[in-house]
């Protein structure tokens, strides 16, 4: 895409005023997007801080900024304190500057400050919240009743994370703005709801979906003896509908003991976690929230001439009216698309987008009671559709609506045609459509699904199409997508067996990898007492003894001398760290999950007080949690690439397998919802009474919230919108596959389902050239984002006249990019002339544009540096990275070493085995210059040095 469309060029010129913009998969949303906020600040007397542009992850706000670099006047420099940030990022900037007496404002005597810290990691916050609740249990015998009702008292910090993101915060005698109606629900909405599903069907003639429901009221459950009868709830023999009575009956109740027990478990962890000089993201957006309520001055310093929100359907509703009380002006300008709204789990409000006019108006008008704090005009409201999808074929885009009229279950109806009014079809840009749309299944299908991509690598009739041209598919043109994350481990053991060249990229369970059973041993052998042997007998088994000689071991403490002596080692070194990192050192763990179990461990430690015996329970009870960190595992070249549906928003894939297509897994079952649960229709709701009926103290369960449960209709419209961001990811192919029972999405989608038989050849794979040198580096509470470029100093180029310009340069790497890719480029100028030269010459795997991490720990944290490669060129034994430099100078080489130097240490980590340079190709002269790399302790003295943004 080198220009806008008409619709694109429509919202990048249209600068002023309220948009509501559809960007539906694939239509260039950040292309657009970026382009208008470089037509904003080009305007006269507009500067980058008078934009704030939100975006939802920290990798899409550096992008952001990279594509406005690359399109405007601004360089990287003079964008790295830009407000281009996360709504979390930009709370946690309020709060830095004006956020001390926030606070003050629920009546909480504690304050935020500068050393405030943000818990991201959701292993460190269970471990602080366990302290909470059992320190709240011994303080509150009032509500022993309601703490004895919880199967797990981790699903209050769930509860309370929802309520904050609808904006419902308690105060220490109420609750903040009269946020306490919203927890009584939505009686006319549930009625609403409730008569859907008591309509009798068939035209009457048969009983309504909540009866026949109702037919297991009582069913495997225990209620207290002033329970209705199940005769009273579904009516008559004989009857239809349940009688209409029954909504009032369990809709309303006294819930006041049940609002009073979570609002003093709510408050109170407001104060526990400012005690302990911590917040988390759910309350660092509720301090800031209202912080902007209650102080006027603070949020007309705090306000933006411009506002824009990318990803909006994945905004929460307190993001959105943070938005709008940052909004100086009318000029507000949301981009999403509803049918990629698939994170209701971090509280995603779909309706923020589906329901824009209505949200905006109530919101202002509750935001502006009692003072005027959304002054600007509400209309007109610009709404505008990019129809052009640039990714995928039209074949699989017509395809692809057919996944959001598709039934979850054989009982759900679905009212299609309101659904397809809404869809704004794509139009795809494709040159070529050959696309081939299929289903397979069997019993086996992790066989199935290799045997399929084998069938399809170098097969013309999957031809995939580059630069306009269609050539055979590769395993890594092939992308396996799943539901859920066992399926994806499940296939990729299966594809260990046969050698198949398979990459899991997402979230592991990361307590359960090896290097953290090792260390978990190591903690428990050095913690001493009862739990020692446990330790001992897993790293013996390592070692390769039987278990007859374990157990004569532990019985006479005969340990090898060599396990004793680095037992000793382990017992003299000062920290955890240290612990962890020679633990990894001796068993040879060296890789990206090494590397973020150890800063998961180091946060937790430092965020804490545990002890060592601390830590040895937080990885015993992550195993038995299976709780998981994003850690890209890729596994080299020419790999197939499995992922979870979650993961891959805003990728895509030349072929893509919708896999695990199966009843039970997708959508998935069973599951229940918590003891304590909140609804905006039936608002806060008790599953389970802690109760003393006839004598007999028992858990029981409540009548009424089983039947609420029946009175909805199950909702599996995310399952549908995953279903169809599934397969928009794929730009030439898409295939589905099952196991032995297919779900109702597959038997619902125009495609003929072939049962195959699997058959699946042994893979001989030669050593992949490249590695990964990518990791996904697990977030921390230290600085965040840096780019290499802000350690430099770029007042080297001031004196410079015979500069070319950063056009020519662009110009120049877009060539290297180009011709490396294999396009048909023909050099115009001298220095593409060296580059192709260049790049000829390299005998090796060239690999352009890649993107690196170096995670380094500093005197503030952990922080992150990342950047783009312009070339990485590999070879057997050797890695050399070549960044282009167009200069006609010297004047900024010993700045650039230290862009080199960035490079240069991921590399090395990235490939342990081979030698690593680092140059820079000054394309005017032709010549090579090989750079003596910065240390890390050099790196991390320039990043200490350096004011750096959150």
């Not at 801080?49 to 405007?72: W, Y």
């Not at 001493?528 to 001992?536: E, F, I, L, Q, V």
């Not at 085995?913 to 032709?926: E, P, Q």
């Amino acid at each position: 895409m080198t220009s806008p469309n008409p619709e694109q060029r429509r919202l990048i010129e249209g600068t002023e005023g309220i948009h509501l913009v559809d960007a539906g998969a694939g239509t260039g949303k950040t292309f657009t997007v970026t382009r208008r906020y470089a037509n904003i600040v080009a305007q006269e007397g507009v500067e980058p801080d008078d934009v704030l542009l939100i975006t939802f992850t920290r990798n899409a706000a550096g992008e952001m900024k990279e594509r406005i670099v690359a399109n405007g006047e601004y360089d990287l420099r003079a964008l790295n304190d830009a407000p281009i940030q996360t709504f979390h990022s930009l709370c946690h900037d309020l709060l830095d500057e004006h956020g001390f007496d926030a606070p003050s404002y629920l009546g909480i005597d504690d304050s935020i400050t500068g050393s405030t810290r943000i818990i991201e990691d959701e292993t460190i916050e269970r471990e602080a919240f366990t302290s909470f609740i059992d320190r709240f249990a011994d303080e509150h015998d009032e509500h022993a009743g309601f703490l004895r009702s919880l199967s797990d008292p981790m699903e209050l910090l769930d509860v309370l994370s929802d309520l904050a993101s609808k904006g419902v915060f308690p105060t220490k005698d109420g609750w903040y703005r009269n946020s306490k109606e919203a927890l009584a629900g939505d009686y006319d909405a549930f009625k609403r709801a409730f008569d859907a599903v008591n309509e009798p069907r068939n035209g009457g003639s048969r009983q309504s979906t909540l009866r026949s429901d109702l037919a297991r009221y009582g069913s495997d459950k225990c209620y207290l003896p002033s329970a209705p009868e199940k005769a009273d709830i579904r009516g008559e023999r004989g009857s239809k509908a349940v009688p209409e009575g029954v909504a009032e009956r369990v809709f309303h109740e006294d819930r006041e003991e049940l609002i009073g027990f979570v609002h003093d478990v709510y408050f109170e962890y407001l104060e526990f976690a400012l005690g302990r000089n911590y917040l988390n993201f759910s309350f660092l957006q509720l301090f800031a929230f209202v912080l902007c309520c209650e102080d006027d001055a603070v949020r007309e310093s705090a306000s933006f001439e411009y506002v824009m929100i990318d990803e909006f359907q994945d905004s929460s509703e307190i993001q959105f009216k943070i938005a709008l009380l940052l909004s100086g002006t009318p000029n507000l300008c949301v981009v999403g698309d509803w049918k990629q709204s698939i994170y209701s789990f971090q509280y995603a409000a779909v309706e923020n987008i589906t329901e824009f006019e209505s949200r905006l108006n109530r919101f202002a008008a509750e935001l502006n009671e009692g003072a005027d704090r959304v002054s600007f005009p509400l209309s007109p409201i610009t709404r505008i559709e990019l129809e052009r999808n640039y990714r995928s074929t039209q074949s699989i885009l017509d395809f692809s609506e057919h996944a959001l009229v598709a039934p979850g279950s054989g009982r759900e109806s679905i009212d299609g045609k309101s659904i397809r009014d809404r869809i704004v079809s794509l139009v795809s840009n494709a040159s070529h459509d050959r696309s081939r749309i299929e289903a397979f299944q069997h019993p086996d299908e992790h066989e199935a699904v290799l045997s399929r991509i084998q069938s399809i690598v170098g097969n013309d009739e999957y031809a995939v199409e580059e630069d306009g041209e269609l050539r055979p598919p590769t395993y890594d043109d092939v992308a396996v997508l799943t539901r859920t994350r066992e399926y994806g481990r499940e296939l990729l053991s299966v594809a260990d067996a046969y050698e198949f060249p398979m990459a899991y990229e997402g979230g592991i369970e990361l307590f359960r990898t090896d290097a953290a059973k090792l260390v978990l041993a190591w903690l428990r052998i050095l913690e001493g007492g009862s739990d020692a042997d446990r330790g001992w007998a897993v790293v013996l088994e390592r070692a390769g003894y039987t278990l007859d000689e374990i157990r004569h071991v532990l019985e006479h403490d005969r340990y090898p001398d060599e396990m004793r002596s680095f037992r000793e080692a382990l017992a003299d070194l000062e920290t955890h760290g240290a612990v962890m990192r020679r633990v990894f050192d001796r068993y040879g763990h060296r890789e990206s999950t090494a590397d973020a179990l150890l800063t998961a461990l180091q946060s937790v430690h430092t965020s804490t007080t545990m002890t060592r015996g601390d830590l040895t329970r937080l990885i015993t009870r992550g195993i038995e949690n299976g709780d998981t960190k994003e850690v890209s595992a890729p596994a080299g070249t020419d790999s197939v690439t499995v992922q979870t549906i979650h993961s891959v928003k805003g990728l895509e894939h030349p072929i893509v397998i919708v896999a695990n297509m199966n009843d039970g897994a997708f959508p998935p079952s069973g599951g229940h919802d918590g003891t304590v649960t909140y609804s905006e229709t039936t608002g806060l709701r008790l599953r389970k009474t802690y109760a003393e009926a006839h004598g007999v103290p028992h858990v029981y369960d409540d009548w009424r919230t089983d039947v609420l449960r029946r009175c909805q209709p199950t909702d599996y419209d995310e399952e549908r919108r995953l279903l169809y961001v599934a397969m928009t990811r794929a730009r030439d192919h898409l295939l589905f596959s099952a196991g032995e029972d297919p779900n109702t999405f597959l038997e619902a989608l125009p495609v003929d389902v072939e049962t195959v038989e699997p058959s699946v050849s042994d893979v001989e794979r030669t050593e992949a050239s490249g590695a990964a040198f990518e990791p996904s580096v697990p977030a921390t509470a230290g600085p965040e984002g840096l780019s290499p470029h802000s350690l430099m100093d770029d007042s080297v180029h001031e004196e410079v006249t015979t500069g070319r310009g950063m056009a020519f340069g662009s110009r120049v790497h877009e060539f290297a990019e180009a011709y490396a890719l294999g396009e048909n480029v023909t050099p115009e100028n001298d220095d593409e002339r060296n580059v192709k030269a260049l790049l000829d010459s390299l005998s090796g795997d060239v690999h352009v544009e890649e993107r690196a991490y170096l995670p380094l720990e500093t005197a503030d944290g952990r922080t992150t540096l990342s950047g783009i490669v312009d070339l990485v060129h590999v070879t057997a034994d050797a890695v050399e990275v070549i960044d282009l430099k167009t200069d006609r100078g010297r004047h900024a080489q010993d700045e650039y070493r230290t862009q080199l130097s960035v490079y240069y240490h991921v590399l090395a980590a990235s490939f342990p085995d081979r030698r690593v340079t680092a140059s820079m190709f000054y394309t005017a002269d032709d010549e090579i210059v090989t750079v003596e790399p910065r240390s890390m302790a050099e790196l991390r003295e320039l990043v200490e040095s350096t004011s750096t943004p959150d």
